[in-house]
């Protein structure tokens, strides 16, 4: 069965500092990979997507199948980075598609 | 409309009533999702509809949630017999359609749930 681990349940950093969101994968398919993130009082919205290899917000993320992971880096923390984020991996079952989720990580961002 | 639409924003129930959650997706979106997130449990998938197909309801905890989805476009998901565990956010999510390109090519669109507190 698929599987997204989220380590980290809090993740706190000082402003400027590198940030590693880290998430692990467990699927036996090909895996699309995603990171989502939801801003205090807004609603869950798409960071980025592993296929288009994008910089989003100054955040990255690189899929190694050797290790299973899809870890979310920036290398200087912001303020305004402070959310939950959440990995999802897409998979295939029973003739659908759908995203199963990490439990998520709450970044905080110390001024 | 221009996003996924939810309501109501909040509800307050008591153990044991029935409760009603609707979801209004983004005109056009055939594929619509059902999800809960709870504090420490991340978001949890409960079923999702695709077009006019039979929904995968492989997510549903127990028998006391069902959903449905009228005329392809609003849905609704109706808990019976709340229950204290059940409080958590009901967020629905849809997608232009179930191929797995368009999730990856545009992901999902959430709307901004239901948080629901049984006591």
């Known amino acids: 069965a698929q599987r997204v681990t989220q380590p980290e349940k809090l993740l706190s950093v000082f402003k400027g500092a590198p940030v590693e969101l880290k998430c692990n994968y467990s699927y036996s398919g090909s895996p699309e990979l995603f990171w989502y993130v939801q801003y205090s009082r807004q609603r869950l919205q798409l960071l980025l997507r592993?296929?288009s290899r994008e910089s989003i917000k100054g955040f990255t993320a690189d899929l190694n199948k050797g290790e299973t992971s899809f870890h979310l880096k920036k290398p200087f923390a912001q303020e305004e980075d402070s959310a939950m984020y959440y990995c999802a991996l897409l998979y295939s079952g029973a003739g659908s598609y759908q995203l199963t989720f990490g439990k998520g990580t709450k970044l905080s961002v110390i001024p | 409309g221009a996003g996924v639409s939810q309501s109501p924003s909040n509800k307050v129930t008591e153990k044991g009533k029935d409760v009603e959650l609707r979801c209004d997706p983004i005109s056009g979106h055939t594929a619509l999702y059902w999800y809960r997130q709870s504090l420490g449990q991340g978001l949890e998938f409960l079923i999702y509809f695709q077009g006019n197909s039979a929904p995968d309801k492989s997510g549903l905890p127990s028998d006391r949630f069902s959903a449905e989805r009228t005329g392809g476009s609003v849905s609704t998901l109706t808990i019976q017999r709340t229950q204290q565990e059940d409080s958590a956010v009901y967020l629905c999510?849809?997608?232009?359609?179930?191929?797995?390109?368009?999730?990856?090519?545009?992901?999902?669109?959430f709307g901004s749930g239901t948080r629901l507190t049984v006591v």
């Open positions: 592993h296929i």
């Open positions: 999510a849809s997608s232009l359609t179930t191929h797995p390109r368009s999730a990856v090519n545009y992901g999902y669109t």
